[in-house]
């Protein structure tokens, strides 16, 4: 049953050269530094981010209310996830670390649309009527009964997104070093 993926994980990785590698790696340290300097604020991936959000909406609104509703987060998490999955099946570094550290950057991004459910001070989007637009994460914190918690949980996704994206940097980083000549023994 777990012959498949075991054969992808006895697959070595597709070498990158260290320029291409040092090269993310300065790109990713920017992009944090960014990201930070932000104070939780509105990033411009997160356009992009908005963009998958709301056709998650429309997407899994053809299932019912309940998955119209969580949908957006849903697939704003789904596409870059998947992507990574197959990044990884392919063993192809820098595509695996690129979808995998955005899957988690989208964490703070949903963090920040988490901590404005009581307050709702965001400008919300919508691709339907305007006359029916809602806070996605009002009406989920609401049904789940911990609306009063919104910060909280938003407190911890986004330090589960900090954590992911640093850990992708830090993965790449050793992947960097493991390439090196010295390392290899040669």
């Not at 990033?43 to 899994?60: S, Y």
Request: net charge negative.
């Amino acid at each position: 049953m777990f012959e498949p993926l075991q054969a992808i994980l006895d697959e070595p990785w597709k070498p990158a050269s260290r320029p291409a590698l040092g090269a993310w790696l300065l790109f990713y340290a920017g992009f944090l530094v960014y990201a930070f300097s932000a104070h939780g604020g509105f990033l411009f991936i997160d356009n992009a981010n908005l963009v998958v959000h709301e056709g998650g909406h429309n997407l899994f609104g053809w299932f019912g209310p309940t998955l119209g509703l969580w949908g957006g987060t849903l697939l704003q998490w789904l596409v870059p996830f998947l992507l990574a999955v197959y990044f990884f099946s392919q063993r192809q570094t820098t595509g695996f670390v690129f979808s995998l550290f955005f899957f988690f950057e989208n964490w703070l991004y949903t963090a920040t649309y988490m901590a404005d459910a009581r307050v709702q001070v965001l400008p919300l989007f919508t691709t339907g009527d305007s006359d029916f637009v809602e806070h996605d994460f009002y009406a989920i914190f609401s049904s789940l009964g911990v609306l009063e918690h919104d910060t909280q949980i938003a407190a911890v996704v986004r330090l589960l997104g900090w954590c992911g994206m640093l850990g992708c940097v830090a993965w790449l980083a050793a992947r960097s070093r493991a390439g090196t000549p010295a390392s290899r023994g040669s």
